[in-house]
């Protein structure tokens, strides 16, 4: 029974995610979640943490990937940002503030989730640890000059801070993947690890994902809540945003990588990290433009899983 209820997420997120996005909306409502806030972070390496168990590190410092890496930044630093554009003066043009909320989430690609969903649909995660830590970087130093040109007012992002957020949800659980995996390599034959503890560790990180969207969507139930007539066309918006994301993405991973580095493209591009998007909508735009990057978060882990369950081993034969 217990270990029906430990695999049962694994292998039904497209229900599961749903359902804790709504506990997590209804218990945001009931009471404040603000003092969870730091869990998100330890949420996150401990997500991160199984994918990099057994995972060869060397690969993530070498110049190998060069092709999927350089077209992960094409589509996140050129292609992705006109289209955020595109849309905000179409769609957001007698609204500043929430154009300004898409702009920034299309400026801040990959967060821990690429590297747990790349993984979880058996891509390269070696290359998207590799686009993780490189799309931070570039997207801090960029993002700034972006949004000038963009929205029209300049937003610096702290480069330092960037740094410990690699350090975070990249090398941090990258060491204690190392360190576990030597330490039961030494109790278990490498047949014995494949068979009993590798098949283990996909569903172990997403328990802690769902931690991290109950979370997430209870610390903002009052803002989505709070401005009931913006929601429905923002969500029209954002949905339009990401297929298009999708779309892009798909289609070139198939037309000029293998399966798994365009599962890798694929989640390198469409994933944004929400999370330091958030901080400075709400900081630097206001509520509307926070209103916005919090709805993207309740798309982006939807259609992350929508996508692994319907679409990738259909489109990547």
């Known amino acids: 029974m217990l270990k029906k209820i430990f695999y049962y997420p694994s292998k039904n997120l497209v229900k599961v995610i749903p359902l804790v996005m709504l506990l997590g909306f ?50 996140n630093f050129l292609i992705i940002p006109v289209i ?20 920034i989430a299309s400026l801040l690609p990959t967060s821990g989730m690429t590297i747990s969903w790349t993984m979880l649909n058996k891509g390269n995660v070696s290359a998207a640890v590799k686009i993780t830590a490189l799309s931070l970087f570039v997207g801090s130093l960029v993002a700034p000059w972006y949004l000038l040109l963009m929205v029209g ?17 990249v090398v941090i659980p990258l060491i204690l993947g190392v360190v ?24 172990v990180s997403i328990w802690f994902l769902l931690g991290i969207v109950f979370i997430s969507i209870g610390m903002k139930s009052k803002v989505i809540i709070s401005k009931p007539d913006l929601i ?30 365009a599962i890798a493209l694929v ?22 433009a926070a209103l916005i990057v919090t709805l993207a978060f309740i798309l982006q882990v939807q259609s992350a899983s929508w996508f692994g369950k319907y679409f990738a081993n259909r489109v990547f034969k």
């Open 180 to 203: 576990t995996y030597k330490m039961l390599i030494k109790k278990y034959s490498v047949e014995e690890y494949n068979k009993k503890i590798k098949p283990i560790l996909p569903a």
């Open 84 to 103: 955020a554009y595109l849309m905000g003066i179409t769609l957001f043009k007698e609204n500043m503030d929430m154009f300004a909320g898409l702009a």
């Open 153 to 169: 007012k300049y937003i610096p992002i702290d480069i330092v801070k960037t740094f410990i957020t690699i350090i975070q949800v």
């Open 26 to 75: 209804l218990t945001g409502l009931k009471m404040d979640l603000n003092f969870m806030k730091s869990y998100i972070l330890i949420f996150t390496v401990l997500m991160i943490y199984p994918t990099m168990i057994g995972f060869n590190y060397k690969s993530a410092f070498d110049l190998s990937h060069s092709k999927l890496v350089l077209l992960s930044l094409l589509i």
């Open 267 to 288: 989640y390198s591009t469409v994933m944004r990290n929400l999370s330091l998007a958030l901080g400075i909508a709400a900081s630097s735009f206001g509520s509307k």
């Open 232 to 261: 429905l066309w923002s969500l029209v918006v954002l949905a339009v945003f990401y297929l298009i994301n999708y779309t892009i993405s798909t289609v070139i991973g198939k037309m000029f990588l293998n399966r798994e580095d």
